[in-house]
């Protein structure tokens, strides 16, 4: 690179002026000889005529060396040093107050070959702090985060140890960056030097996404007006090359039908961030160390493309997690891989008492809901088993995790019996329908507190058939939206449950378990499904029926869902919504299960992550600012109780996808952000960005003179 | 031992010679036996009025003949002092100059010699004068006054113009036809190195030859610093210089040059003697005369 000389106090070199000394005393040694009579002139004159060539030679080169000494000492005072051509431009004379600013976000752990930009960067700002004129204040930020740098910068000082420490021990974050916003501080930080010239250094990778174009450059306040632009020397610790990375950009995770019961498929969207088409790349799937499925897929250039993997995922909680192969030539690792968590539900097996069965299907009391819990519906997962009364009365309820009583009679005591053991003992679920074969006082009797509220009478509103039945009909008034078995409907989709009609249902008595509570109820306030809690076991009783004797419900399409919802809820196996990924620098509020305290949020690494609490003697927690990316255990405990896992709320902290981008800014454009060329510059490397500096002379002009200076007393003694 | 700079303050030659005879005779235990010079002529027959005691009675127990043995005529010893006052021995910057120092030492030999009886000539080499190379010359005699003479011709004498020295002793050889004595005072910076054969010359015509080479201490060390224009004393020469720079130099050509003179002379059988001028000069004529005593 074409390189520039430059002198930090350039008025030294009148010293060169000096050279005139000892041309003068040579002169005028030539000339001013003292003359001397002298009796053996004859021996001078041999002497002289021996030595006449070589004192020449001595003497041209005595002057030559006092002229170097003098010149080499008036240079060296002068602070000469040799800068890249490119660098004129944020070129300063005298001293500035300099801030160095080193990105340490994730993009800058983007590694080439064993090394990864952060690395470099590192070393260079390292450098670039030991070139620093002793007359130079100077200060260190590290940004990091939206916030800007991460733990603020200082005013600039003369304290290089603490400096150096700092940004020894700095370390590339998972966070995005805000160059824009940290040179903008920088310069806030210059302000309060005296120093008048002011410049920033700024260690980046130079990726457009963490610079603002739009942004006003930063400037450093000053107390006599508007502010000053400092030089701004932009490092590019990339020097230049092309950053190409793939990155797994987002991975989403949705029950496959077509693979079975617990069948999940993955879609893992993988970007191309770089100017070449990618082929081939392997997508591999994992749960806990094994690998699940693998396959490949070709991205576009500048594209993205989408793998779908599939697995049967065990029950429970999965945790799993996508990879791409590493390119172990240059990559941003840390983006090629996206953890995340499956809620998987269990199978149910539901027995349906059929309380009025029929040879004709479509009359069949258990028609309706044998359809919903079908396993084409369904993908497998509630298997659901049909008995008469009789039947169900002598069967064993054991393989059973839910029982429906569809209008069944009131139940022999035995029967009735079981089931509370069922429910309360093994935590069975209880779905009771009613219908015309229900006599409520009877019922009461049979079922006990097996029933949320008891039975009072039945309520017809309207004939079914008759004119106006549709007008008089009853319809579902208030609604528990945000209940397991209604969440799933949308603001839209709410209509169809709204818009059932019920002819006839029953009234409860206000008495009942303390526990009952009413998810929907009929617009006149009857409670139209009410919940109740026996033991470990719930039991949800549906004031009307489930075909289509008394009520229209069955054949609206929000039957199903709520029906299958209910099944899934009784069994405790509702399919629970994925929990949501949090973003690696944000908050993510954690709600303690009733009855237990948030006790701690492990990391990916299994170390205690950040967390607060809202309040002192708050049960639920805020974790965060989320530093990694990953898997997160959450911690609960009784109140004095010793903590454990609670595997359903473990969450995935993922990373700004935006960092895998690592395409540069334009120079032009980011220098007309900064101020123009004039005030800002692009430089390869930390030598080069030492606007007054560059390479320094001084100290080898020092050591010619001094070589000099022997030299000349060699000469002068001989 | 009499200091040269307190020497020079002590007024005329005639003073300054005579103290360094003085002290000269003091250093000697006895006063030196210049002999007088009896040398066998020829017989012949004898004859009424011959002394009886100078018949040869050997040549008559041969011959059977009276003869009586004929003898030169007892002389003293004869001494040529030569001075060379060129311009070179005009060089000093201490008490006194080279041709200064010669002269002094010229005087005292003088005296010494006049004292016992012996004859004593002067000749002041230089360029002028009736001959070539003699720029004055005071002919062999021993008396009192003739000593005054040479001392006068002495203190007259400045260093001026260049060596001719060879010139000068060819015209001593024709002076001193007989057997004498001759010292030579100079410091035989002879540009055309004729000086030393001619010295040989002269001691192969019998003479007995003696150099007393003065330098000055500045000539034997080179003691200077500054940047100089050096002069010649006895031409139109001239070289600017780095002392410092050619010390070295001049030294080692210096060595080389009395080295060489010595070795020279010495293998022609002349006695060397190299003084410098700060040495007191009753000293060196008391060595020389305590060697030549030995001799």
Redesign the interface.
């Known amino acids: 690179m074409l390189e520039r000389l430059t002198f930090a106090h350039p008025a030294y070199l009148w010293g060169i002026a000096a050279l005139a000394l000892p041309i003068i005393v040579h002169l005028f040694?030539?000339r001013?000889?003292?003359?001397?009579?002298?009796?053996?002139?004859?021996?001078?004159?041999?002497?002289?005529r021996?030595?006449a060539r070589r004192?020449r030679l001595?003497?041209i080169l005595l002057l030559a060396l006092r002229c170097l000494l003098i010149a080499a000492v008036a240079c060296a005072l002068a602070r000469p040093s040799l800068k890249p051509r490119g660098a004129q431009t944020a070129a300063a004379v005298g001293p500035q107050a300099t801030a160095l600013v080193l990105d340490a976000s994730l993009s800058m752990r983007y590694r080439i070959g064993s090394r990864t930009l952060f690395e470099k960067a590192r070393s260079e700002a390292l450098a670039a702090l030991d070139r620093l004129g002793p007359d130079e204040p100077s200060t260190v930020g590290i940004c990091a985060g939206a916030a800007g740098f991460a733990s603020g910068i200082g005013a600039p000082s003369f304290d290089r140890i603490a400096e150096r420490r700092v940004l020894q021990a700095a370390q590339p974050t998972y966070l995005p960056s805000d160059m824009t916003g940290c040179l903008t501080a920088a310069a806030k930080a210059l302000g309060e030097s005296p120093v008048p010239g002011k410049r920033i250094i700024a260690f980046s990778d130079l990726a457009a996404h963490s610079i603002r174009l739009d942004a006003p450059p930063p400037l450093v306040p000053s107390p006599k007006g508007p502010g000053v632009k400092p030089n701004v020397v932009l490092v590019d610790a990339a020097q230049g090359s092309d950053l190409p990375n793939a990155a797994l950009t987002a991975v989403a995770v949705r029950p496959s039908a077509s693979l079975g019961p617990r069948g999940y498929e993955v879609v893992a969207t993988v970007s191309n961030f770089g100017a070449q088409p990618i082929s081939g790349l392997q997508v591999s799937l994992k749960i806990g160390q094994a690998t699940l499925a693998k396959g490949f897929v070709d991205v576009p250039a500048r594209g993205a493309a989408k793998k779908t993997l599939g697995a049967v995922l065990p029950p429970g909680v999965a945790l799993g997690r996508v990879e791409l192969a590493r390119d172990d030539a240059q990559g941003l690792d840390e983006d090629d891989g996206q953890d995340f968590i499956v809620h998987v539900p269990r199978d149910v097996k539901a027995l349906v008492v059929d309380g009025s069965p029929s040879s004709l299907r479509s009359r069949d009391e258990a028609f309706f809901v044998e359809a919903a819990l079908a396993p084409a519906r369904t993908g497998g997962r509630i298997t659901e088993q049909t008995l008469d009364a009789d039947a169900a009365a002598n069967a064993s309820l054991d393989p059973f995790d839910v029982v429906l009583l569809l209008n069944v009679p009131p139940p022999p005591k035995a029967f009735a019996e079981k089931l509370r053991q069922a429910v309360s003992k093994r935590g069975m679920g209880l779905f009771i329908a009613l219908g015309d074969h229900v006599d409520p006082d009877a019922y009461n009797d049979a079922l006990g507190d097996l029933m949320p509220r008891p039975l009072h009478l039945l309520k017809t509103a309207a004939e079914p058939g008759a004119q106006d039945a549709e007008d008089r009909a009853a319809r579902f008034g208030v609604i528990e939206w945000t209940h397991p078995l209604f969440r799933i409907f949308g603001p839209a989709e709410r209509e169809g449950l709204e818009s059932a009609r019920t002819y006839r249902y029953a009234l409860l008595k206000p008495e009942g378990a303390q526990s009952a509570h009413t998810l929907a109820s009929f617009d006149d306030g009857a409670p139209a499904l009410v919940e109740g809690r026996l033991g470990l076991g719930h039991v949800l009783l549906y004031t009307s029926s489930a075909s289509r004797v008394w009520t229209d419900w069955p054949i609206r399409v929000s039957f199903l869902p709520v029906l299958q919802q209910a099944v899934s809820y009784l069994a405790s196996a509702l399919e629970e919504r994925q929990p949501l990924p949090a973003q690696v620098g944000d908050e993510r509020p954690v709600a303690a299960p009733q009855g237990l305290v948030v006790a701690q949020i492990l990391g990916p690494d299994g170390k205690p992550a950040p967390m607060r609490r809202e309040k002192q003697d708050q049960a639920d927690a805020v974790a965060g600012p989320i530093a990694a990316p990953g898997l997160h255990r959450v911690q609960v405990s009784p109140p004095r109780g010793a903590p454990h896992d609670d595997p359903s709320l473990a969450f995935v902290a993922l990373l700004d996808a935006k960092e895998s981008d690592l395409r540069r800014v334009d120079e032009s454009e980011l220098k007309a952000q900064l101020g123009g060329a004039g005030s800002a510059q692009v430089a390869a490397s930390s030598e080069a960005a030492q606007g007054s500096h560059g390479t320094p002379l001084w100290s080898g002009l020092l050591l010619v003179g001094v070589l000099a200076l022997l030299g000349e007393g060699a000469l002068t003694r001989? | 031992m009499l200091d040269p700079a307190l020497l020079a303050r002590l007024g005329p030659l005639q003073v300054r010679a005579r103290k360094v005879m003085e002290g000269v005779l003091t250093g000697l235990h006895k006063s030196p036996s210049y002999g007088q010079a009896v040398e066998f002529s020829e017989h012949k027959e004898y004859a009424p009025g011959d002394e009886i005691r100078h018949i040869d009675w050997r040549a008559y127990a041969k011959l059977d003949k009276y003869y009586v043995k004929r003898f030169e005529m007892e002389t003293n010893l004869r001494a040529m002092l030569v001075v060379d006052a060129s311009?070179?021995?005009?060089?000093g910057r201490g008490a006194m100059t080279?041709l200064q120092y010669a002269a002094v030492c010229a005087g005292a030999l003088a005296y010494l010699l006049a004292r016992q009886g012996d004859q004593v000539a002067l000749l002041l080499a230089g360029d002028g004068g009736p001959h070539a190379g003699v720029r004055g010359f005071v002919p062999f005699a021993s008396s009192p006054t003739h000593v005054q003479g040479v001392l006068r011709e002495l203190e007259n004498a400045a260093g001026r113009g260049p060596t001719l020295l060879p010139a000068a002793l060819d015209f001593a050889a024709e002076k001193a036809p007989r057997r004498a004595l001759t010292i030579v005072l100079s410091?035989l910076?002879d540009?055309t190195d004729a000086s030393i054969p001619a010295l040989k010359m002269l001691r192969s015509r019998r003479h007995d030859v003696l150099l007393l080479q003065i330098?000055?201490r500045e000539?034997l060390d080179f003691p200077?610093d500054?940047?100089?224009?050096?002069?010649?004393?006895e031409d139109d020469?001239?070289?600017?210089?780095?002392p410092r720079?050619?010390r070295e130099?001049?030294l080692a050509?210096?060595r080389a040059?009395l080295e060489g003179t010595r070795r020279e002379l010495a293998r022609a059988d002349v006695e060397v003697q190299q003084i410098a001028t700060d040495a007191p000069p009753d000293r060196v004529l008391l060595e020389l005369l305590a060697r030549r005593e030995a001799a």
Not at chain 1, 32 to 46: C, K, S
Not at chain 2, 87 to 91: E, R, V
């Open positions: 040694n030539q001013r000889p003292r003359p001397l009579a002298f009796g053996a002139i004859e021996f001078v004159l041999r002497s002289q021996q030595k004192l001595r003497q001989r | 311009g070179s021995m005009a060089y080279k410091d910076f540009a330098h000055d000539e200077f500054d940047p100089t224009r050096f002069l010649s004393m020469r001239q070289i600017e210089a780095q720079q050619i130099s001049y050509e210096m040059f």
